[in-house]
């Protein structure tokens, strides 16, 4: 019977198929096994970690937090008091400007005043030395006046 023949030469699935069951069945019993093994590790370090660790870490970290604190709040003190100096540094220094300020400004105003009163005795003399001069040209005229008359 052909049937049978394939069957038996080429059909291998009933073979396989027991062959999948038995890998199954070994693979989760072994797996079971380990899983329960791991779960079982996992509950172990979970409750020391509880128990132990956690209690000594927290402790740990709450010293440590106040021992920083203590360290940043005195860090924070001594800025400040660079700060307030640095300030005040800056108004003594922007007060001597200010008085310098105000000495360069009576400076100024002093030179222009005497500016302005050379300026005046400049003007002054010119004006002098041009009166002068008007004289001296019309004595001129007047002496040639009295040469072109011959």
């Not at 100024?108 to 009163?117: G, H, S, T, V």
Request: proline content about 1%.
């Amino acid at each position: 019977d052909v049937g049978e023949i394939y069957s038996r030469l080429l059909d291998h699935r009933p073979v396989i198929q027991g062959e999948i069951r038995y890998f199954v069945k070994e693979f989760e019993e072994k797996r079971g096994l380990r899983e329960l093994r791991v779960l079982e590790n996992l509950n172990n370090t979970i409750s020391e970690t509880n128990e132990h660790v956690l209690p000594k870490c927290e402790q740990a970290m709450h010293d440590n937090l106040n021992e920083t604190l203590k360290r940043l709040q005195a860090a924070n003190d001594m800025i400040h008091g660079f700060q307030e100096r640095e300030l005040e540094k800056k108004k003594i220094q922007a007060d001597k400007l200010m008085v310098l300020e105000e000495k360069h400004v009576a400076q100024w105003e002093e030179l222009m005043k005497e500016q302005k009163n050379k300026q005046a005795e400049v003007d002054e003399e010119h004006r002098k030395a041009m009166e002068r001069l008007k004289e001296q040209y019309s004595e001129m005229e007047k002496e040639l006046a009295k040469y072109t008359s011959f």
